[in-house]
Every structure is written in structure tokens, then in C-alpha cells.
């Protein structure tokens, strides 16, 4: 499944209920898939949509009268585009699956079966995702070898590539440097052609250590020979590269005009961060990209560890600014003390470090972090007049095959650096591709002592974001946020965290947590004379008993606070396939005049469904509508349909995410009652805006 996490799924059913069509959109959406549904009631109006509409996959069922599963099979085929076809059937038998497949039906699911449904919508999902991210490379490289060309032959350096120790391509400065009129003149000619014979024993030794995919060096020195037989220093470069399929070396030939040792004096200064003298961003880079291609093509292990010192604000103010650059320098005297001779280390951005260890599984890779966490846990560190112990937060990836794409690899050891950051620091977290598995489970059981420590130590802290009346309403009405305090500054927003808190049972503490503190602040602001009603998210987990309602009450009274100023949450998705027990809260939370809002409104197959059997007081339509607003006339007819239907039943409306002035001018003419954004107001700490 696609990874990014605001990535919806374009998902068409063809189905004669719509009450099982909304039965499996909903599932999808309570295993976390974004779905944006469509559902197509006759053959003209599913060719109208596979047309017109970007769509990523369709679930037909085999029963379906209105549009037969054969024809759907041939309007997905005649559409020329690549969307996968999933037949939900009652059961299967061998007809079953000879028919379908005869069909061009790429999966079976079984209706009954809604994990096996989920995982098969998810399986093809992926492989749609990697068939358009395999075209969209293949594109980019037909691209960037067009540019690579033109920029090789335009370089100033000199630039050949030699298969099998021949030349088979060389630019205009490659040619003129050895006083060749074409590439004709050196086309499957030998390398050792070009090495002046004194070094000729050595070179063939090097090309023999390249052959058997042993590194290269950095940079070879030599004495060169031109056509005329002319000697002059020169120094080599070499890549592993592809031409035209082939596998190959680019080598750069410079001519040096200059002391040999200080070419190397300089070469190695252009290499190294002047303030840790460790390796700089650009050189580890390219060590790491060589390290994560050797992954890909000759299933190398290597790890990769990036290095951040825990509380480095703190550190600094302490310390002073002035001290910032000694400070680092002394965590890359420490770390640099810690490895042996495989290991790259680098300054990789501006207090954080990098460690390539070399030729290292994920046993080797893990003890080095430890090593690491000892050597800053149990050292004080002396900076200028200051002395201070500095423990250190390691994300780390073990390269591998099934990891080998260099913004992968960064990114996992990001994500593992700020996660270590977010349960307290000082300890590691390196992905593993081969045990996912264990790496997840220590994740989850760090983030879940996290969560309840924050829960019995007051760890949760709420922020305010207005919401403001497009109808000249001036009160004050803020949606409170929930954020988890990671200390010294940080906050942790819920997408980190709520999933791990709902496999593990927090979330109606959590609920309970929120709505306290919510009514809290309300009952301040009131004794303050500025009356404030709050938006408040709860989960489905506070619908199974009546606990969190009679907390509210409690709450409520606690702090003199009306209910008609608390307004609680829940999403569409999760009201649909809980209706009978939200009817239930809605009424309970009535009898203490509480208000109840649908966020995420309006993306279901038939949202105005769920208003027959419940009248709340907010609907806040989902944020992809107000996303490109302006550019899509879909999405403002969209808009105006439903705060029009609410407008008719009673129901205020509230449009979020609204980025610029022409969406508000377009939300205002549609009918919509309020706006939210950072474009009108960002999230804080205190409820400060003026809504006068």
C-alpha cells in the first residue's frame, strides 16, 4: 500500500446495494485506507466515470444485475488505463475462478471475508503503486540519461567509459586532452593505451581489483601519455556506471599542473567539515549512495547510523551559541573514538551525525549503537568552562537488498531518529527490512510506556486553532488539538501515536483526558467574561459505555460549565458503522445540552444517509474538498450540495484546511458557516484570537 499517509484511495464499487458497498468502504476506512468512493448505477454512468475520473481500483461484484461483472471487465479493459479489477464473490469454486480470471480479474475476494477483502484491495493497491512509480522511473531515466549526455559531452572535465578496460564513449575535453580529433580515433581502444609505461603494472593490477567489484579509490595518481607520446601527472576518478545497458566505469582524467602532495592535501581538506574534521555532507553521501547500490546489485550489508544529541537546545542555552561549534566537536571526537576502521563517519547536517559501518549485518550494526549510547552516557563532555553529560538519540537502517534506494535509507533513519527523540532519547531504533517485525514491536512498546506515562503524569497538552464565522457570528470557537509533550519544547501530534494507543486500549483514557482538560479551559474563560465553545475529537472507543458521558457530566459541573460549549467529534466513517451506539452518546450527551459535529464529512457513498438516523449540530466537511478548491469545479459543486442540504435541515457547517483568499471567497458564496486554516489563523498554545 502506498505509503503516505494522505494518499487516498480512488476506489470504485460496482454494486446493487448500496448498503454493502458502504459495508466495505467503511471496513477499508477502519483498517486506516483514505478512501474517495465512487459507485456506478448503470453501464453508461461506469464508462462516464472510468473516463473521466482518476481511478486506482475496482471491486465489482459478481452478483451485481445492474452492471454485470463481464461488462465491467470490458469497460475496465477498452479504457486504456491500468486499474486493477477485484470480483467480490459469495464463494468460490473452480466455475468461480475460471470465469473470473477468464474475465481479466486480476483477484478474488470473498464478501464474508473482510480481512481477506482488506488484504487484497491493499496487495493490488501496492502493485498498482509500484507499476506507476516503475513507469514514472523509467521516464525519469530516459530523462536524466538524455540530460547526463548532453551534460558529459558540454563538461569541461575529462570524461570516458571504458567496459572491459575499452573505451566506449569520451567527451570533446577527454579527447582534446589526449590530442584525438574524434572518439573514432579511441573507439575500443585499451585504457592502458593512455598510462605512461612506467605505470602500467600498477594500473592493470587496478583494473583487475575493479573487474572483481572491489572499491575503487577516491583518486589515483599516475603519469598519463598522449597521442604524441607526451607524459604529463594526472589523476584518475572512477564510478561504477551503465551505458546503454551495459555495465561500465566512468573515469575523469584531470591533468595536475601542481605539487602532487598538495593536490592531496587539498583533495582531502575538500572532503572534511572543517569543525569535527569528520567526513563532509556531499563526500558521505556519495559513500553511501556507492554503499546502497553495492546493496542493490551485489546484496552487500552495510548500516547506516545517524547520531543526534538529546536535548540540544538546552545544551546550547547552557552552554552559550558561542560554544556550539567546540560542542560539536567534542561529540565527534567522542564518536570517532567509538569506531574501527569499516566505519564512515560525517557531519551530516548541523548538530546531527552519520556512521556508514561498512561490510556490517544488523548484529553488527546494533552493537555499534549500543557502543555508541555508552560512550556518550558515561562520558562528560568539557566544552570551553562548561561541563555537561550529553546522552544521544541513533536512527539507524541495515542496508539491504530490500532496502536499497538512498531516500528510503535516509528516510527510515530519520524517522528512527526522531522517534527515539519523542520517547525520551537516549536509545536507538534501526529498521530492519529482515526482522520488521522486532523493530516494530520495541517501537510500539517504547510509544505505549510513552503514552501512559503521559496519561498518569499529565504528558498531554491541547492546542487551540480558531474557527471563524463566514456569517458575522463573533464568538469565539476554537477546535482543541491534541498533542503529546515530549519534553524541552517538543510536541508529538496524535498521527504518531493514536494508532498504537487504539491496539492497545488507551484511547478512551485518552478521550477522557482531552475532554477534561477541554471543559477546564472553557470554565476559565467564561470566569474570564469571554465565553469559548471547543471542538473536541473523541474516538469510537468511548461509545461502548456510557463512562466518558457521565465523566462529561461530572466535568460539567465541576467547573459551572454550560454543555451547549462543548462540542464532541466524531468521523463520518466511524459514526456509519456505529450508528445505534453514537444515537445512543448523542442523546446522552444532549441531556446535558453538549452539541455533536461529523468531521470528515461528505466522502462517503451516501453521506446525507447517516442524517436520517442522527441530526447533529456541526458537519465539517472533509479537508480534500477545500484542497485546490479554486482549480476544481467538483469540488465547489460538491460544497455547495451539502451546506445547502444542511442549511435545509437545520446544520452549520464548517470548512477546514482553507489555504488562501479565492477558497474563502468560494466557501462564502456556497453557504458554508465556518472556515478553519493555518492561511486564517495557526494552531496555539492559548485562545488569543480576536474574533471581533
Not at 589523476?235 to 546503454?244: G, K, L, N
Amino acid at each position: 500500500m502506498p505509503k503516505n499517509l494522505d494518499n487516498a484511495l480512488r476506489l470504485m464499487v460496482v454494486d446493487d446495494s448500496m448498503e454493502d458497498a458502504e459495508t466495505i468502504v467503511s471496513g477499508l476506512r477502519n483498517a486506516g485506507i483514505a478512501v474517495r468512493p465512487l459507485r456506478p448505477a448503470s453501464a453508461d454512468e461506469l464508462a462516464t466515470m472510468l473516463g473521466s475520473q482518476s481511478i486506482d481500483l475496482v471491486l465489482a461484484s459478481q452478483k451485481s444485475s445492474a452492471v454485470p461483472l463481464a461488462e465491467v471487465a470490458q469497460r475496465v479493459q477498452s479504457s486504456g488505463k491500468d486499474i486493477p479489477l477485484i470480483a467480490v464473490v459469495d464463494a468460490i469454486d473452480d466455475d468461480t475462478f475460471a470465469e473470473t480470471h477468464g474475465l481479466g480479474v486480476r483477484r478474488i475476494a470473498l464478501r464474508g471475508k473482510p480481512q481477506l477483502l482488506l488484504n487484497a484491495v491493499r496487495d493490488e493497491w501496492a502493485d498498482l503503486d509500484a507499476r506507476r512509480m516503475l513507469r514514472r522511473l523509467e521516464a525519469r531515466v530516459r530523462e536524466t540519461e538524455r540530460r547526463c549526455d548532453a551534460l558529459i559531452e558540454s563538461s569541461r572535465d575529462p570524461i570516458a567509459y571504458v567496459h572491459e578496460g575499452m573505451h566506449i564513449r569520451a567527451n570533446a575535453a577527454y579527447l582534446e586532452m589526449f590530442g584525438h580529433e574524434s572518439f573514432e580515433d579511441i573507439e575500443g581502444m585499451s585504457l592502458l593505451d593512455m598510462v605512461a609505461p612506467q605505470h602500467l603494472e600498477d594500473f592493470k593490477a587496478l583494473l583487475k581489483r575493479l573487474g572483481k567489484g572491489e572499491p575503487a579509490p577516491p583518486r589515483y595518481e599516475l603519469q598519463a601519455r598522449d597521442a604524441d607520446g607526451n607524459a604529463f601527472p594526472a589523476s584518475m576518478e572512477f564510478t561504477p556506471a551503465q551505458y546503454e545497458g551495459e555495465s561500465c566505469l566512468q573515469v575523469v582524467f584531470r591533468r595536475e599542473e601542481v605539487d602532487p602532495e598538495l593536490a592531496r592535501q587539498v583533495e582531502e581538506l575538500r572532503q572534511r567539515d572543517q569543525v569535527t574534521g569528520l567526513l563532509n555532507r556531499p563526500t558521505f553521501l556519495r559513500a553511501l549512495e556507492d554503499a546502497v547500490s553495492d546493496a542493490a546489485q551485489e546484496d552487500g550489508q552495510h548500516g547506516l547510523l545517524l547520531v543526534e544529541p538529546d536535548h540540544y537546545q538546552r545544551l546550547l542555552q547552557e552552554m552559550g551559541l558561542d560554544a556550539a561549534d567546540a560542542m560539536l566537536a567534542a561529540i565527534a571526537q567522542r564518536l570517532q573514538g567509538v569506531l574501527d576502521e569499516r566505519a564512515l563517519s560525517a557531519r551530516y547536517s548541523e548538530h546531527r551525525l552519520a556512521v556508514l559501518l561498512r561490510g556490517a549485518d544488523y548484529s553488527a550494526t546494533t552493537a555499534l549503537a549500543e557502543r555508541i549510547l555508552e560512550a556518550f552516557s558515561s562520558h562528560v563532555f568539557t566544552v570551553g568552562a562548561h561541563s555537561s553529560t550529553i546522552t544521544a538519540s541513533i536512527g539507524g537502517v541495515q542496508i539491504g537488498e530490500k532496502i536499497a534506494s538512498l531516500g528510503q535509507v535516509l528516510a527510515k533513519a530519520d524517522e528512527g531518529v526522531h522517534s527515539s527523540l519523542g520517547v525520551g532519547g537516549n536509545r536507538y531504533e534501526i529498521f530492519d527490512p529482515a526482522a520488521t517485525d522486532r523493530a516494530e514491536e520495541e517501537h510500539v512498546q517504547a510509544w505505549v510506556a510513552r503514552l501512559r506515562d503521559a496519561l498518569d503524569n499529565d504528558g498531554f497538552v491541547l492546542h487551540y486553532h480558531p474557527v471563524i464565522s463566514l456569517q458575522a457570528d463573533t464568538g469565539a470557537v476554537y477546535e482543541a488539538l491534541l498533542r503529546l509533550d515530549a519534553g524541552e519544547g517538543e510536541l508529538v501530534k496524535p498521527l504518531s501515536f493514536l494508532q498504537i494507543a487504539e491496539e492497545h486500549g488507551l484511547l478512551w483514557e485518552i478521550d477522557h483526558h482531552v475532554t477534561g482538560q477541554a471543559i477546564a479551559r472553557i470554565g476559565e474563560s467564561i470566569r474570564a467574561g469571554r465565553p469559548t465553545t471547543l471542538l473536541v475529537e473523541v474516538s469510537q472507543a468511548s461509545l461502548r459505555d456510557d463512562s466518558l458521558v457521565r465523566y462529561i457530566g461530572e466535568q460539567l459541573s465541576r467547573h459551572s460549565v454550560p454543555g451547549e460549549y462543548l462540542v464532541l467529534q466524531l468521523p463520518e466513517a466511524k459514526v456509519f458503522t456505529h450508528l445505534k451506539a453514537t444515537q445512543d452518546f448523542a442523546t446522552a450527551i444532549g441531556k446535558y445540552d453538549c452539541r455533536l459535529a461529523l468531521e470528515q464529512f461528505g466522502v462517503g457513498l451516501d453521506s446525507f444517509q447517516l442524517l436520517a438516523h442522527l441530526q447533529p449540530h456541526l458537519l465539517k466537511l472533509d479537508r480534500s474538498f477545500t484542497e485546490d478548491l479554486v482549480q476544481n469545479p467538483d469540488n465547489q459543486k460538491r460544497v455547495q450540495e451539502i451546506a445547502e442540504k444542511a442549511r435545509e435541515l437545520g446544520i452549520r457547517t464548517i470548512a477546514e484546511h482553507v489555504q488562501d483568499a479565492a477558497s474563502m471567497s468560494i466557501l462564502f458564496s456556497a453557504g458554508v458557516d465556518y472556515v478553519q486554516g493555518s492561511f486564517l489563523a495557526e494552531p496555539g498554545s492559548q485562545m488569543n484570537y480576536d474574533f471581533e
